[in-house]
């Protein structure tokens, strides 16, 4: 069974391959609608079960649109309104039930375990869109975009500013292991990135700094990425936090100091005048709506890959 719930459980060669692919559809419709099929319907009569236990515009949004390019249909499923290992029904039995009625399963999740809890019991492939520990499919599209106004990503400096330890900088660390690019995160010590990450990062060779000073970390740098400063279910002191990650905000003095083409990315949701100011994502470095868009170019590419 293929499926996406890490960036670290595939290849480099896997991975690189869906990004082509990703890239090679996207430009095969350019004079298509948006939600119009592509012309081999490779998802034809198939369909994807979306299951999201917390909020979701892009995610929602963009997998509903790839599956309908992919020529198949898609039914969101709210965890409140079916049996969902809440007593009635084990997330076991849910697993197979659906394994009977869809072709893929598509989670959010607050806990990673359901993911792999999931894929133990269904009998068809399952793709992460959002746990507590990895946002994969949201790196793979930012992968893309960065490839599409930078070129290749081997070898570049991305500079990751802000909460150092999220799902976000968890599969942004995982992918400078397998597309071998330079990480560099500069976050306070008490948001740096798990002792789990961390030994996993140095085991694969991964190209990582870490510093507490953020303008140390985007010099020269060919791309910026920060995240919401609390995360969806982030059991923290908001107040606190927010205060300790207030010298972490990508203002127009910190993109200055990046490569004069270097780009700005934020997965999205924005919290607006604390990550980034809106001179910087409103700004013509940033990418962020074209990050929004590749979500279903990448997507789709991910679902093929799952399926074929
Ligand atoms: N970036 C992202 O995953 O956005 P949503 O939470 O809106 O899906
Ligand atoms: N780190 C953020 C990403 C949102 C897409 C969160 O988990 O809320």
Not at 161 to 174: A, K, Q, V
Request: include cysteine; glycine fraction near 4%; aromatic fraction near 6%.
């Amino acid at each position: 069974m293929k499926n996406f719930i890490n960036i670290s459980d595939h290849s480099s060669v896997e991975l690189k391959a869906i990004i082509e692919e990703a890239k090679k559809r996207k430009q095969s419709r350019i004079d298509l609608n948006k939600s119009a099929p592509d012309n081999d319907k490779p998802f034809f009569g198939k369909s994807m079960a979306m299951i999201f236990e917390k909020p979701s515009t892009r995610t929602r949004m963009s997998f509903d649109i790839a599956v309908k390019q992919l020529g198949g249909s898609s039914i969101i499923l709210n965890p409140d309104g079916i049996h969902y290992g809440k007593g009635d029904e084990t997330l076991q039995d849910t697993a197979r039930v659906l394994s009977e009625y869809v072709d893929i399963v598509m989670l959010r999740t607050s806990t990673h375990k359901n993911l792999d809890e999931f894929s133990r019991h269904l009998k068809i492939p399952i793709i992460n869109g959002l746990s507590d520990l990895s946002h994969p499919c949201q790196i793979m599209s930012d992968i893309l975009t960065f490839e599409e106004s930078n070129g290749a990503i081997k070898n570049k400096i991305i500079s990751w500013i802000g909460d150092g330890n999220n799902n976000m900088s968890n599969s942004l660390i995982e992918a400078a292991g397998r597309f071998d690019f330079n990480l560099r995160i500069g976050c306070p010590k008490k948001y740096s990135p798990s002792k789990h990450i961390l030994s996993w990062a140095k085991k694969n060779k991964v190209k990582l700094e870490i510093t507490s000073k953020p303008l140390e970390a985007v010099e020269n740098s060919d791309c910026i990425m920060t995240d919401k400063w609390i995360s969806m279910n982030d059991k923290v002191n908001t107040k606190i936090k927010k205060k300790i990650l207030k010298p972490y905000q990508v203002n127009k003095k910190l993109l200055n100091r990046a490569n004069k083409d270097a780009i700005f990315m934020h997965c999205l949701p924005v919290g607006r005048g604390e990550e980034v100011t809106d001179e910087v994502i409103d700004g013509r470095q940033s990418v962020v709506w074209r990050q929004a868009l590749n979500r279903v170019h990448a997507q789709k590419s991910i679902i093929k890959w799952c399926l074929d």
